[in-house]
């Protein structure tokens, strides 16, 4: 297992420095300019160029590569170009608001999903079975952004249950926080408790199918015990794959979901950085994304063997 | 008798004591409500911003805020003319090379420390210094500050600079007054913004808020509020200011009463003020403001550089259908770089083409067009730069110009617009009091170049503070603008403010800059 543990986290290396390289290439290439940005539209061209000799971006691109991926190495991501805040620190102050909402959202995404996929495979067929279908289609296709500002409108704005805008963390004041997060977990977990729920649905349809349930429902147990000790279990292994990805997807759907709620976490600040082209929050803040979702997929391999003790770590 | 009289006379006391209640209760009544201190705004910013140290960004966003904090030497009125405010008076030589500012004696920083002269001279020249200052080439023109004594500052001019007020009153980033101590404990990097303006720093939390509140101990100037000029009366004691980039999310908090004022109020939602909001105790003020947008041409470009094509196109597109389709009606007609609340402007400036389709044919025969492809390039990142360039488009077509919608990153456009690299791109350009400076976006399509008279009256311009020869010359230049159409201007877009009705003394200013001292909360 710790063999294992160790090679995974060796591939690692190659993934990130892949990820690097990716990164800082398109950022360059896409066309524009932090110095124009940042001075704003009454700069002149001296002035454009003044300020990009003092940002280092007249150097040759591999220099200026090899440069960034120098001080990353020594946990130096750079410091932003508009804000002169260190990277990382931005990322430190800003990753526990997206912690907090996506992990909000995976726990809201797997209350709706499990429950709903046992039923809709259990009432296989039947009017249940097709409202679910119905169901998980509305929430693969409604964009995340119009059901923000839909949740906004009919539960803030007509209901006043919630806020519209502002943050409380959760780590400040629970209560309050969980408030300003329900939304905005809600309007991003919708997603992917949708293709969770159907990947669940499906992986029990064919569980269920499988002689060991007739065996187990044949010994005389109970329907419930079949289903959540022997056929979920089971069929929850897929399930798990789906789980782990979305997840990590879910870091990339934060981007949309805290700019229309307002809030402070690491996607809405990625947004920005890239309309200022602010090169070093943009690769800091992407390579700091993918590790954090290479991470998420070794949880997700390795959680593998607790619910398939046939699966061996070698 | 008498006892009829003394009650007669009794009755007439009597009415005329009723008479006299009756009219002082009327009058309570009919006088304006008296402000009230205390309470606090929240302000919707629709982006956070990103310092706070006053002269590193050109951020308009940065201003707004800072702008409650800090206090320039000069500013502008709301008819835009230059008034002190760090200074209690200020002239200039005879020669504009010399500027003597008398500063406001007993003026205190944020810290308890005294304005002097010394400070003035540290933050001018940290305005002159492009290290520290994102508009330090306003200040090339400076040789030398002194401080004369501790309350009288000298500016020293290396020519004839009688534009250089306009530098120091410049809207954003606020040419801010800082303390020359508390920077330098800073090391340089600004972390703890301390100035001298009615609202003092507290905190910002990235993305979250920024708070101010009441400065107890402020001495600024006497005299009615005008522009940012005047007295600046901070009655609210705190003044949060929140990031929301979603307009329409900004219009649902102002409707919830999550926010108190929405300085950037959407267009597009001014139908649903006039039905509803207007009926739920909110409030929209308009001001034309002095941003000017329309569509620059590149001169020096392929099928652009022809002058009978640009009129061709002058006489195709309607300034009025261009500013109806980018701001719904909500901007002021305006085809000149001087907006109509500048001092400068005259009825000469609303001089331009009438649309005529005929002519306009008929010009673009004569001028050899052969149905070559024109790019009208544009951002979707302002909306109304988009939405004027669609306007464009559609009314290039009309008149047989092969033309194509090129929407592109703001960054992108910003680049082409810089280096007068597009054949056609709507753009909105940054206020410019002085119109000697609005003027200067000629140079980007490269007109000056190709027209130097242009230039050579421009730079006549920014030699004379004469007002009215300035005025002529001003004239002149939108005259020269009518017969080349290095532009086609459409319009100043009108500031929508929105406000809760239990926000009192907030007044929308053609700069767009939201001032809050002297606003008070009746809730």
């Given at each position: 297992m710790l063999k294992y543990i160790l090679k995974r986290i060796i591939y690692l290396i190659p993934t990130i420095g892949m990820v690097a390289v990716m990164v800082f290439l398109l950022i360059h290439m896409i066309p524009g300019d932090p110095a124009l940005v940042m001075l704003g539209n009454d700069a002149t061209p001296q002035d454009v160029e003044a300020l990009r000799d003092a940002l280092g971006l007249n150097q040759p691109l591999y220099q200026q590569f090899f440069l960034w991926v120098g001080r990353v190495l020594t946990g130096d991501f750079g410091v932003s170009?508009?804000?002169?805040?260190p990277v990382l620190t931005s990322i430190a102050d800003r990753f526990p608001v997206t912690l907090s909402l996506t992990t909000l959202a995976l726990v809201f995404s797997l209350i709706v999903s499990i429950p709903s996929g046992v039923l809709a495979a259990v009432k296989h067929n039947t009017k249940s079975d097709y409202m679910f279908m119905l169901g998980t289609i509305l929430g693969v296709s409604v964009p995340g952004f119009w059901l923000g500002l839909l949740c906004l409108l009919v539960f803030s704005v007509q209901l006043g249950w919630f806020p519209s805008t502002g943050f409380v963390a959760i780590w400040e004041n629970f209560w309050e926080g969980l408030r300003y997060l329900l939304l905005p977990a809600v309007t991003l977990g919708l997603f992917m408790a949708a293709v969770v729920a159907r990947m669940v649905r499906s992986s029990m349809l064919e569980v269920l199918r499988l002689e060991y349930v007739t065996h187990a429902r044949a010994k005389g147990l109970s329907e419930w015990k079949v289903i959540n000790k022997h056929a979920l279990k089971n069929a929850f292994a897929p399930a798990l794959t789906t789980i782990g990805i979305q997840y990590g997807m879910l870091l990339g759907g934060a981007v949309i979901t805290e700019t229309v709620f307002s809030l402070p976490g690491l996607g809405k600040y990625l947004v920005v950085a890239i309309n200022m082209r602010d090169y070093p929050v943009v690769q800091g803040c992407i390579l700091f994304i993918a590790l954090v979702y290479v991470l998420i997929n070794l949880v997700v391999d390795l959680l593998y063997g607790f619910f398939d003790p046939r699966i061996e770590y070698k | 008798m008498s006892a009829i009289r003394s009650k007669m006379k009794m009755r007439g006391v009597a009415i005329c004591l009723v008479a006299a209640l009756v009219l002082l209760g009327a009058g309570s009544l009919w006088a304006a409500p008296q402000p009230k201190a205390g309470g606090e705004i929240k302000v919707r910013l629709n982006t956070d911003i990103t310092s706070v140290d006053p002269l590193a960004s050109p951020a308009m966003v940065n201003a707004v805020v800072l702008n409650h904090v800090f206090e320039p030497l000069l500013a502008y009125t709301t008819n835009l003319k230059i008034v002190p405010v760090v200074a209690q008076s200020w002239e200039a030589s005879k020669d504009y090379k010399t500027y003597t500012f008398h500063l406001i004696k007993g003026k205190k920083f944020h810290n308890g420390a005294e304005l002097t002269s010394e400070d003035v001279k540290f933050s001018v020249e940290r305005m002159m210094n492009p290290k520290t200052c994102a508009r330090a080439k306003l200040f090339t023109g400076v040789a030398k500050v002194e401080a004369v004594d501790k309350y009288t500052v000298r500016i020293l001019m290396k020519k004839s600079s009688p534009g250089f007020p306009n530098s120091l009153a410049y809207v954003a980033p606020v040419m801010a007054i800082m303390c020359k101590a508390e920077v330098e404990k800073q090391g340089g990097q600004i972390t703890h913004p301390v100035g001298t303006g009615p609202f003092k720093f507290m905190e910002w939390k990235p993305d979250r808020h920024v708070i101010l509140e009441k400065f107890a101990g402020y001495k600024g100037q006497s005299g009615a509020r005008d522009g940012m000029g005047g007295e600046r009366v901070a009655y609210l004691d705190k003044v949060t200011f929140l990031p929301i980039s979603e307009e329409s999310v900004a219009v649902m908090a102002l409707v919830n009463k999550e926010v108190d004022l929405v300085h950037s109020f959407p267009q597009k939602y001014m139908k649903k003020y006039k039905s509803d909001y207007s009926k739920q105790g909110m409030v929209v003020q308009e001001v034309a403001g002095l941003v000017w947008v329309g569509a620059h041409f590149g001169v020096t470009r392929p099928v652009v550089d022809n002058l009978k094509f640009r009129q061709a196109c002058a006489y195709a597109l309607s300034i009025k259908s261009m500013a109806k389709a980018a701001f719904m009606g909500y901007a002021t007609i305006n085809p000149s770089a001087i907006a109509t609340a500048n001092q400068y402007y005259t009825p000469y400036f609303k001089e331009w083409y009438a649309p005529d389709m005929a002519k306009a044919k008929q010009l673009l025969k004569e001028s050899g067009y052969k149905g070559q492809e024109v790019v009208v390039d544009t951002t979707k990142k302002y909306s109304y730069m988009y939405r004027m360039a669609v306007a464009v488009h559609a009314q290039l077509k009309a008149l047989g110009v092969n033309a194509k919608l090129n929407v592109i990153d703001w960054p992108v456009l910003l680049k082409k617009h810089l280096k007068g690299q597009s054949q056609i791109h709507t753009f909105g350009a940054a206020p410019m009091p002085d119109p000697a400076l609005a003027y200067a976006y000629l140079k980007r399509n490269k007109f000056m170049e190709v027209y130097p008279e242009a230039e050579k009256l421009r730079q006549e311009a920014m030699a004379t503070a004469d007002f009215k020869v300035r005025q002529k010359i001003f004239e002149k230049i939108h005259k020269i603008c009518i017969e080349q159409v290095p532009w086609v201007i459409s319009c100043n877009y009108n500031y929508l403010n929105a406000f809760r009705d239990y926000v009192h003394g907030y007044q929308v200013l053609s700069t767009g800059m939201p001032r809050l001292w002297g606003v008070w909360l009746s809730k």
């Open positions: 170009i508009h804000s002169k805040v | -």
